[in-house]
């Protein structure tokens, strides 16, 4: 299984539905909108405050989207990675079926700080706005050089992410779906 994650740019809401086929159409005469470049928004209510400047439920045009792929092993592998790096204290998480410590942990009880809202936030849907994809983006400009000398595959997945986030501080947003 794997966490896709969409970035776009530029975007603006539609007057438009999901028909039964999940096709964006006309609300009052049922015909397909006119744009083919669009997404539908689903705010993980798990994680408020992520996407206060998107409407839940509404079809979004955009301009230009970027996109990768992880998977859910990988994607919490890298979140404890990038956690260790910003510098967050070593803390216990309970996973349901064993004990685990680690700066992951640390980071969702920290409350706040780099990376924050990235890594506490879902890892199969919802999506992340403008504004607080502005304040992501100036912690992977911040941290940059940091992440570049533990290099290899982590600096990879941090070159990803800051290319969405840096797409999505142009009035957009990411989508995990």
């Known amino acids: 299984m794997s966490l896709d994650i969409s970035a776009y740019s530029k975007i603006k809401k539609l007057d438009a539905v999901l028909d039964e086929n999940g096709e964006a159409v006309n609300p009052e005469t049922n015909e397909p909108i006119e744009s083919s470049h669009w997404f539908s928004v689903w705010k993980n209510p798990e994680f408020p405050g992520r996407a206060d400047d998107i409407e839940?439920?509404?079809?979004?045009a955009y301009d230009d989207c970027t996109g990768h792929r992880t998977g859910y092993g990988g994607h919490f592998f890298w979140r404890e990675q990038l956690s260790k790096m910003a510098g967050y204290p070593i803390a216990e998480l309970?996973?349901?079926y064993r004990k685990e410590k680690n700066h992951f942990a640390g980071a969702l009880n920290s409350g706040g700080g780099p990376f924050y809202e990235l890594i506490n936030f879902s890892d199969s849907e919802?999506?992340?706005?403008?504004?607080?994809?502005?304040?992501?983006l100036s912690d992977f400009k911040e941290y940059d050089a940091k992440a570049s000398a533990i290099g290899g595959q982590f600096y990879e997945q941090f070159q990803y992410w800051k290319a969405a986030f840096e797409m999505a501080s142009d009035n957009g947003c990411v989508r995990f779906h």
Do not use: N
């Open 56 to 60: 839940d439920d509404a079809i979004y």
């Open 94 to 96: 309970d996973m349901g």
């Open 126 to 136: 919802g999506v992340i706005g403008t504004k607080v994809s502005q304040k992501l």
